[in-house]
């Protein structure tokens, strides 16, 4: 009990701490009655906080198309228009 967080006087059963507590810590808390009359402190007892979350995966860009692809494909193109260029000029014979 060297590092104190938080020291209050509450007239409830109940505390909530306002701060924010460190991921992956382990704290410890005491209580002492002041009324009817002033007692000891308490056992004390503890908790540990979460573990801190994973950051997220940073996602992986998109596949590039290789240049050949777009050469294939462009060949394709040039082929499909030669043939219907070639089926139109034989229609018109």
Excluded: H, K
Aim: no cysteine; proline share 11%.
């Amino acid at each position: 009990m060297t590092q104190v967080l938080a020291d209050a006087n509450v007239t409830t059963t109940a505390y909530n701490y306002e701060g924010q507590l460190d991921y992956g810590q382990v704290y410890f808390w005491r209580l002492m009655a002041l009324e009817p009359a002033p007692s000891d402190w308490s056992t004390t007892f503890s908790f540990r906080t979460e573990a801190a979350p994973t950051p997220p995966a940073i996602p992986m860009p998109p596949p590039t198309i290789p240049m050949w692809v777009w050469f294939f494909i462009a060949i394709g193109l040039i082929l499909i228009v030669v043939v219907i260029v070639l089926i139109f000029i034989m229609r018109r014979r």
